[in-house]
């Protein structure tokens, strides 16, 4: 085995995808890439994107190697950072069945990631969601050998709001408040703030009063602007005068709309 081989797989957490431009930077360019496969010791995952031989890697190994490797600004997001964090006991057990992902606006996942048949179905958003607080609300997930930055618990649920776009993913986002008793204040007051969708700040607070979480009383409603007139959320829902927005009925089940 030759140096440069050893150092990629002494750097290369079992799990996790290695691309192109980072076997670069270690000095394996594409025509010795090429043939550490045909030596047997990588396997081509997809263009630009190799993986050891013999190795099980998942989605989350390629998150890693977008966000280490190629320096992207993704991050794992909504319902699944909340799931992968262990804070929404009511889904079904044995992992997220859908991954969400979030990045920067204008940012495309490489094609490797797009075009490969995860172990679950991927979304992509890139929402102008926070403006002057695109660093606020993080945390980093420890996943097997690797870590990846995920969506901390403030942050996920005004995400699973966002994407909310029908009466049941709408009850799906209040479920995740009411398990979401430890938020931190100063965290969802910053991103209310600077949260540019008068819907999804009203849902949110509506859910978190509902909720009767106590960090909800520590907020200051009147530090946001939740725009003017009234809003349909919920279809078919009852009518909450204060944030002037339709919501799911108090027995949290669907209506005939």
């Known amino acids: 085995m030759d140096s440069k081989l050893n150092n990629v797989l002494k750097k290369l957490p079992s799990g996790a995808v290695a691309t192109q431009r980072w076997l670069e ?5 594409r025509q010795l890439t090429h043939r550490y ?41 909504s319902d699944t950072a909340l ?6 006991h ?46 606020t609300g993080f945390g980093d997930l420890r996943y097997e050998r690797f870590t990846v930055r995920i969506s901390a618990p403030e942050r996920a649920v005004m995400e699973s709001i966002y994407l909310a776009a029908d009466n049941a993913s709408l009850i799906h986002s209040h479920h995740l408040m009411e ?9 969802v007051q910053e991103l209310l703030e600077a949260c540019w969708s008068v819907r999804v700040k009203r849902y949110f607070l509506w ?8 960090w909800f009383r520590q907020l200051n409603p009147a530090m946001l ?33």
């Not at 204008?106 to 797009?114: T, V, Y």
């Not at 398990?179 to 965290?187: K, Y």
């Open 25 to 29: 930077e270690l000095g394996v360019y």
């Open 37 to 77: 496969v045909e030596e047997g010791w990588l396997e081509r995952l997809g263009h630009g994107a190799f993986i050891r031989a013999g190795d099980r890697v998942d989605w989350l190994g390629g998150v890693y190697a977008m966000q280490t490797q190629l320096k992207l600004g993704v991050h794992v997001g």
């Open 83 to 88: 799931q992968l964090k262990g804070l929404a």
């Open 90 to 135: 009511f889904l079904a057990m044995g992992g997220p069945r859908r991954g969400h992902l979030f990045g920067t606006p204008g940012s495309k996942l490489p094609g490797w990631f797009r075009k490969h048949d995860w172990d679950i179905a991927t979304g992509f958003y890139c929402p102008r969601l926070f403006e002057g607080a695109e660093h």
């Open 179 to 187: 398990g979401l008793s430890t938020l931190r204040p100063a965290v």
């Open 207 to 214: 859910s978190a009063g509902t909720a009767g979480h106590a």
């Open 225 to 257: 602007d939740l725009g003017a007139g009234k809003r349909q959320l919920f279809k078919g829902g009852g009518y909450d005068a204060t944030y002037r927005i339709t919501v799911p009925p108090a027995n949290g089940e669907l209506p005939d709309v």
